[in-house]
């Protein structure tokens, strides 16, 4: 099992551009969510999935959107990227709300 | 807004001492998760410890809940220099959305060789 990967593993773009985080699990976990962590900040919730079709919002969503179309998969997408989208973005997959497996993040920097 | 809070911030210790980090939350729980995350790698999950319980155990980890104070400590007994790394609680909130979890800031534990 690969478990959770993510791409691009770094990634710099410039103010207004748009891009996707690429996010797959191959461990058939209906759950799956994207964070964002910043320094002394800790990790916070930007989207979550229960399942294929069905998403939400977390604790900071505005500028990001995602889409759920099949279990492995959870993109995010950057609609209009602004310097203060500059973090590591993790995402993870769990069955049913257990322990959570983390992929190896990606490193964003918006100019 | 964050729900887990740890406690404290930094912690640095010798080789073979215990550590202890303190989490405080804010609602009723369905349980409550440990995650550790060695410095520029994804997080990796360490125990949870359900509503209904008290005390758990995983090799040198021991993990307490209590409930009525709204709170969980992790100790790493005789710890190791490659122990070292950022230690994160994790509560997912009784009723709230499944499979959503609210991270505290986390502690950042250095073991001295």
């Known amino acids: 099992n690969a478990g959770v990967t993510q791409t691009p593993k770094f990634q710099v773009l410039k103010t207004g551009q748009s891009m996707t985080l690429q996010c797959a699990q191959d461990?058939?976990?209906?759950?799956m969510s994207w964070y964002r962590q910043d320094p002394g900040m800790g990790l916070r919730l930007i989207h979550y999935?229960?399942?294929?079709?069905?998403?939400d919002q977390g604790e900071v969503p505005n500028g990001y959107n995602v889409s759920r179309s099949t279990t492995e998969d959870f993109p995010l997408r950057l609609l209009s990227a602004a310097p203060s989208q500059t973090s590591v973005y993790f995402c993870?997959?769990?069955?049913?709300?257990?322990?959570?497996?983390f992929g190896p993040g990606t490193r964003l920097t918006v100019l | 807004s964050q729900q887990g809070e740890e406690d404290p911030q930094a912690l640095s210790i010798q080789e073979g001492e215990n550590a202890t980090m303190n989490c405080s939350y804010k609602?009723?729980?369905?349980?409550l998760q440990w995650y550790r995350q060695n410095s520029g790698r994804g997080l990796v999950h360490l125990i949870l410890?359900?509503?209904?319980?008290r005390e758990k155990h995983s090799g040198r980890l021991r993990v307490t809940l209590d409930t009525s104070k709204k709170s969980s400590s992790l100790l790493i007994t005789a710890s190791r220099a490659a122990d070292t790394a950022s230690y994160f609680c994790?509560?997912?909130?009784?009723?709230?959305?499944?499979?959503?979890?609210?991270f505290g800031k986390g502690t950042k534990l250095s073991v001295k060789p």
């Open positions: 993870a997959s769990s069955y049913r709300g257990n322990e959570q497996f």
């Open positions: 461990m058939n976990h209906e759950y």
């Open positions: 999935s229960v399942g294929a079709g069905i998403t």
């Open positions: 609602t009723s729980i369905n349980n």
């Open positions: 410890i359900r509503s209904n319980e």
């Open positions: 994790a509560v997912m909130n009784y009723g709230g959305s499944q499979g959503n979890l609210i």
